[in-house]
């Protein structure tokens, strides 16, 4: 068994307009369909408060915001279990990330 | 019975064009990864070249180097083994005694499939899909997959490298896809093995028409595939497609290396075998419903094939599976081959204005083949200072010398008005 990050990267603005709450809501409840479906494989995973609350610190330089300004920012992550990429990928297509995609990453092992 | 070194080198060199990629395939499972693979393999040609003068060619080469590498692979775990007992294994010990009995056998599987889908997986990009097909399933050398893409040998051998790095690291699995996976992924393979043809058939750039050595490995890919899954309408198509479009290969320039058209083409020189069996797949292809891109391609390639001259071209026919394809497969490069055809059977002006109705597609834009086209139908309707202007930006646009002789010729011969 390998361990995978799926990174989600998606649009902040829907989830701070006027429709907020509702998408929310909705985004809350596809997430749990997700954690029911895949529970086994799952590792650990949060979401992350959006990119306005994020702190930079750049050669000890503490400023506020993200690196850049992108349309499509890291929102939430999943740590999974799976026996290879196609066993990943199929995990990482059903996380739902309606305003953006997800990007998945094997974590990198180091020999002892 | 002991052999010459010249029939032993030329034994080698053949088994090394036709067998390289069924023997790294049978090797990689044994191995556990595709470098080390490789490195087995490599060693089992060098010892062919000594073992061969002495003993004699074998009568089955493929089984013997395939072997020679997985004994050489399994020494090598055994060796790993010894020396790093810390280290997680990369292939169980079960499939290690499983291989070791096989290794003894006559019968080896054909894993090649594995290893093309392995190569064409989505998650490396198209450039690194084609560059580990032609390295690990054709056997061309770094240099040579270089010299194909017209890229340095460094630059390959990074690429190459960063490919193998991944599959190795994000642990792209070496196995056929599940049924339900497999037609996305055969339609990867399938557009590695189309590409590889299509970049040898006009190189994009430089001085030939043709590169002759791309074809080949691109029809013997297509081959290797027809033979792993014979009642695949598209591996079917595509087959077809590769075997008709190059069964006029020597016909396609002159003497002195200029284009020359479908129109010009001296059909009692195209190759009638290829023909013949080309034809003969497409009509299984067309089969089935609705038929795929492929089969479309070929039946297309078809008509022009049956044609005895280009005045008793059906274009209609033609036109008609365009129209079929751009509902498979809506591209707007498809949407400009059926304009052409539209004025090859309904005469130039509607010719004009099929292709002026795709100016707009933003896919189009920077694509050499539309403004020559209409400036090909210009030309024809008589609006000489139009065509001048359309042979032009084609010419602007075109790399390959061969093509742009041609528009050239063709923006010379215009009228001066």
């Given at each position: 068994m390998s361990q995978y990050l799926i990174l989600i990267y998606e649009d902040e603005a829907p989830f701070e307009g006027p429709g907020a709450a509702e998408v929310h809501a909705e985004v809350y409840a596809a997430h749990m369909k997700f954690g029911e479906n895949n529970g086994p494989k799952l590792v650990g995973g949060n979401a992350l408060q959006p990119t306005a609350t994020a702190t930079t610190i750049r050669d000890g330089v503490v400023t506020d915001g993200p690196f850049g300004e992108t349309k499509e920012a890291l929102g939430g992550y999943y740590l999974i279990e799976a026996a290879d990429l196609d066993e990943a990928i199929s995990i990482a297509k059903q996380v739902p990330a309606k305003y953006g995609a997800v990007e998945l990453r094997p974590i990198m092992v180091f020999d002892s | 019975m002991p052999r010459t070194q010249t029939e032993v080198a030329a034994a080698v060199a053949e088994a090394h064009r036709r067998e390289w990629g069924f023997v790294l395939a049978a090797t990689v499972r044994v191995a556990g990864n595709i470098d080390r693979a490789e490195e087995c393999v490599q060693d089992a040609y060098a010892q062919a070249l000594q073992q061969w003068e002495a003993r004699g060619i074998p009568a089955k080469p493929g089984a013997w180097l395939t072997t020679v590498a997985r004994r050489r692979a399994l020494d090598l775990h055994r060796r790993d083994a010894t020396a790093q007992r810390a280290l997680p294994k990369l292939v169980p010990d079960e499939l290690v005694a499983d291989v070791a009995e096989a290794v003894g056998g006559d019968e080896i599987p054909d894993e090649r499939l594995r290893l093309i889908c392995t190569c064409c997986h989505p998650a490396l990009a198209v450039e690194a899909q084609l560059a580990l097909t032609l390295r690990?399933?054709?056997?061309?050398?770094t240099a040579e997959v270089a010299r194909a893409f017209l890229v340095s040998e460094p630059t390959m051998a990074a690429r190459l490298t960063r490919a193998k790095q991944k599959i190795a690291a994000a642990k792209i699995p070496y196995r056929v896809p599940p049924a339900d996976e497999l037609p996305e992924r055969l339609a990867a393979v399938l557009g590695v093995v189309h590409l590889v043809f299509t970049t040898g058939h006009t190189a994009p750039v430089g001085a030939d028409l043709v590169r002759r050595d791309l074809v080949e490995r691109a029809l013997e890919l297509a081959r290797m595939l027809r033979a792993l899954l014979p009642s695949h309408p598209d591996v079917a198509g595509l087959l077809a497609l590769i075997l008709l479009t190059d069964a006029r290969r020597n016909t396609r320039v002159d003497r002195t290396g200029r284009l020359l058209l479908l129109e010009e083409q001296?059909?009692?020189?195209?190759?009638q075998s290829e023909i013949r069996e080309g034809l003969l797949l497409v009509r299984e292809a067309s089969d089935h419903r609705p038929p795929g891109r492929y089969a479309l391609q070929a039946a297309i390639a078809a008509v022009h094939a049956a044609a005895p001259t280009w005045a008793d071209t059906d274009w209609e026919e033609v036109v008609e599976l365009y129209d079929q394809l751009c509902a498979v497969w809506p591209s707007p490069v498809v949407a400009l081959n059926r304009a052409v055809a539209v004025g090859m059977a309904r005469g130039p002006a509607a010719g004009l204005a099929a292709v002026d109705a795709l100016a707009a597609e933003p896919e189009l834009a920077g694509y050499r083949y539309l403004p020559a086209a209409r400036a090909d139908f210009l030309r024809r309707v008589g609006r000489a200072d139009d065509a001048r202007a359309a042979y032009l930006d084609a010419i602007a646009l075109t790399d390959n010398a061969v093509e742009r002789d041609f528009l050239e010729s063709r923006l010379r011969s215009l009228p001066t008005g």
């Open positions: - | 690990l399933l054709c056997g061309l050398s001296d059909r009692s020189q195209w190759n």
